[in-house]
C-alpha cells in the first residue's frame, strides 16, 4: 500500500461492516477464542495487526478487561476511526446499548466494567505489519479479515512473519485467516451489492494472474445518506492469492510453527459468502 488506500473508506467501514451479520473479525472470533482455550497461551498481552476501525482490538478489551491490548494499522485514517470509536465507547460505558459494540455484539455488550472505575482501552497506533514492534511481549498476535493478502510481495509477507515472531513471548500463538488458492479466483469473481437503511454498497471483483499468481481487486462504491443527499465514496482495494504451501515455508523460516490449518466460513450462509482458512501458529522453542 504506498498511500493510504483505506483513506475513504475509514469513514464507511463500520457501516459498511454491519450490513453482515455481524463483522467479520467478531464473526471469526470464536476460532480465536477456541485456538486460545486448546494452547495455553503465555500472558494477557495481544495484539491485532492491520486492525482497522479496531473493531476486533475494542471489543477484546471490552470482553477482556484485566489484558493488554494493541491495535496497529498501517492506515492513519484507520486507526483515526479506531480512537474515535474507543473515545466514543469509553464515553458510552455507562449506558451498555449505546455504544459501537453494543450494536455489534449484543449479548457481550451489556457487560460493564465495574461502576465507575476507570475502562481500560486498547493502545492504538500507527504501524506497517511489517516492521511494527510492541513495547511488550505479546501472548498472541492476531490478523484478520484477509490483511495479509493486502501484502503482496513474498518480501513483505516473510518480513511481516519475522516481526510477528520478535513480538511473539515464547510460545504465543500466532493466529490469522487468509483467502488461499482454494478460494481467491471464485472471491475476486464477480458482482455484489449489499444495501441497508442509509448505505448501498456496490463490489465489483477481478481476477487475474500476474507472474504466475492471482492478483484481484474489489472496486467499491458507497451510496451513502446524508442530511440532505446522498454521498458517493468509490475506491478499490489489491489483494494477493497466496498458497498454503508457500505461507507454509515462509512460517517455518520465520520461527514459527503451524499448529492447525482449517477451512472456515464464518457467516455460512450462501448470502454472505466469505470462505477463509483459518491458521493457528506458536512462536517455536527459541
Ligand atoms: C480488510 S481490512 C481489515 C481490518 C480489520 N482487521 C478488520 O477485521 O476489520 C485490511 C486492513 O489492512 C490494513 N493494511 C494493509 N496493509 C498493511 C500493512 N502493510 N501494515 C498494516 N496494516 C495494513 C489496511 O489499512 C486495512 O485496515
Redesign the pocket.
Known sequence: ?SRDS?RDFADVYDAW?MLYPR???LAIAPRVIAAMKEHVVPNTVLA??????G??PLWWQKTHPSWSVYG????PA?IAAAKRAAKEETKQATTPTAGRAAKRTPKQATKQAAGGRTRRTPTLLV????RFALPEPAGVVTC????LN??TREADLAQTFRAVARSLAPHGLFLFDLVDELAFPEVFTGTSILDGKDLYVGIDTHYREDRGHGIGEARFTFFRRGKSSWKRVEFSIRERCWFRGEVREMLTSAGLDLVRLERVDPYRSAEFFVPRTFWVCRRGRD
Request: net charge negative.
Open positions: 500500500m483505506y461492516q463483522a467479520f473479525s491485532d495487526l492491520a486492525c482497522g476501525t473493531i476486533f496497529t494499522d498501517l492506515s484507520m504501524q506497517d505489519m511489517r484478520l479479515f484477509d490483511s493486502h501484502l
